[in-house]
């Protein structure tokens, strides 16, 4: 992805130019063929390209995500070199991907105090959106990566996680 058309999904995301403008920046049109954000991700994510990474994730956000998305997103959620890691979960949080299981929890049970903007909390409110996106996902696999998760050493994800565990709780007694 170019430096103009990262500018561009930026001023898309503010509400400063039309999808049209954007579907003519990129070749494509979005709105009929959202599934070409998946391929500007994975692009952005072979090239380690933060702000491509940043930049195809606004498209997505704007033009939805698909099914073609997990597999790129699911690599970006416990990778390092990027710093959209909670928009990653927030999206696969969408997708209820069960493929998307495995990163979800290496992605919780990581800690993230390396990276800057994530060190405020130690990673903390990404652990816990990781917890919601594997409690949406609602699978037997995803229920037990939380009762892990319930037994982590860190004290908030191990909340996190039992958190999500009540509520399952509570639903099925409902």
């Known amino acids: 992805m170019t430096p103009n058309q ?10 400063r130019v039309s ?21 500007f991700l994975a692009t952005a994510a072979a ?7 940043e930049a195809a994730l606004l ?13 790129v997103l699911s690599q970006l959620v416990t990778l390092d070199w990027h710093t959209r890691h909670q928009d990653v979960a927030v999206a696969l949080e969408e997708l ?6 495995q990163g979800l929890y290496e992605a919780a049970s990581k800690t993230y105090r390396a990276l800057p903007y994530l060190e405020a909390d130690g990673g903390h409110s990404f652990a816990r959106k990781c917890t ?3 409690a949406r996902i609602n699978t037997s696999e995803a229920w037990q990566k939380l009762e892990l998760l319930s037994q982590s050493e860190d004290g908030q994800v191990q909340a996190y996680a039992q958190k999500r565990l009540g509520e399952r709780t509570r639903k099925v007694r409902s």
Request: overall charge negative; proline content about 5%; charged content about 25%.
């Open 6 to 15: 990262c500018e561009t999904a930026r001023r898309l995301a503010l509400g």
């Open 19 to 39: 999808d049209e403008i954007v579907s003519k920046e990129f070749g494509v049109d979005l709105s009929s063929e959202p599934a070409h954000t998946a391929k």
């Open 47 to 53: 090239q380690r390209d933060a702000a491509a990474v």
């Open 59 to 71: 498209l997505a956000f704007h033009f939805g995500f698909t099914a073609e998305h997990v597999p």
């Open 96 to 101: 209820r991907a069960p493929e998307s299981i």
């Open 132 to 134: 919601w996106a594997l």
